[in-house]
């Protein structure tokens, strides 16, 4: 990955290094933060070095790929040390969205300059890398409970608990390696889409054993990875935040070429529901996909929103209607597949037609319905004796519970075969590749964040 001839704030003294370059044959602009271990301090010229290589990427309309590692400001410079992050944080800011952000930490990343990885689009970290914003010894200070680097913000806390790393790979050549795959998938920047990626896998081949995935038991789990598999090109996925808010997958791959975002409701996780962190995770992804022109292909099946005290009082409504909103404003090419359980609010937010999907498919398995039909015949026939409303419940399901209804009132565009799920969602990408739609100039809504 030689950087070519084109270097930002050559002569500065700052230890960042910039340089437009290739990562895995695409074009970037390459930023090189703290890779001498003596000097990962962010001064105000590391800061100005960020600043000129943004500028640089918005000027050639080029991604951003930063290989980071910073201890945080120059303690010894006084106040202006601090304005090093700042000026890097408010020029990566003003990227967001124009081109992908890919930040890769390689070592640690500590205290305000942290927060950049919460900027950046895509994050990858190394195995032994580590970031937080309050270090060990002040968690101790405050909390009077030691704790280690690793495990106050190692890679494992963030791919599993924080959601602030997308990807975890072994080392800094396995980072770059990921940043290429990650790539592939992206424009360079917002006012172009992503090339269709060569394939030989054909867009109508068929995937009957997709009708053998949904368990027989209408609660049992099954993990819907094997149907983002069978619908991607060559089963290819690269699953972002796998583990953090599993009951939610967020993928990128392609179809027919087309390279795409998947979500998927993920049943072998907490039943598939909704809760604060999938919310996040979901919307998160969906913006993202908005931003850089990516197709979002929705795979549903889930019960609602998990219930609970805990979640209401930590901001359940907040953070649902984030991800409701992320749908809602997407512009991108919108395709939904039901597969089972699609009820109440979490079948509105999971991209239903009222959120304005522009194709919507269910299989003969989809209930589309307010709840199932246990918990509507309790609400319907409280007094009814166990036999009468084991044969309410049985009327409920054939009455209500099946996508055809759904189908008449318009909410689902067809019911498919399961071996026709590549070949439909194929088929719809390539009649919604010329969707447009005029977003108005300088305007944006106030996302519940």
Partial sequence: MPP???????????????????VAGR???????GADESHRAITTDAGESIRAAVELALEKRLPIVGFVAATGPDVGGGITSVHGWGIAARALVSASGVVPILLCVTGPMLSGPALLLGIADLVVMVDDG??????????EQFTGVPVAAEDLGGSAVHAARSGVVSLVVPDGDAAAVAVGELLRFLPPHVDE????????????????ELGDVLPASATGGYDVRAVLEAVADDGALVELRAGWAPNLVTALAAVDGYPVGMVANQPQHLAGTLDIAASQKGARFVSFCDAFNLPIVTFVDTPGFQPGKDLEWRGMIRHGAQLAFAYAAATVPRICVTLRKSYGGAYIVMDSRYMGNDMAFAWPSAEIAV???????????????????????????????NPYRAAERGSVDAVIDPADTRTEVAEALALLSSKREEIPGNRHGNTPL
């Fill in 371 to 401: 709840m199932g039909a246990k918990g509507a015949t309790e609400i319907l026939h409280r007094k009814a004796d166990p036999a009468e409303r084991a044969a309410l419940e049985d009327e409920y399901a054939e009455r209500l519970l």
């Fill in 193 to 208: 889409i992503s090339e269709r990626l060569p394939t030989g896998d054909p867009a109508d081949r068929a995937t009957p």
């Fill in 130 to 139: 580590f970031a937080f914003v309050s270090g060990p010894a002040m968690v």
């Fill in 27 to 33: 074009q970037a602009v390459i930023v090189r933060l």
């Fill in 4 to 22: 070519v001839d084109l270097r930002a704030r050559a002569r500065s003294r700052s230890h960042v290094s910039t340089a437009v370059g290739e």
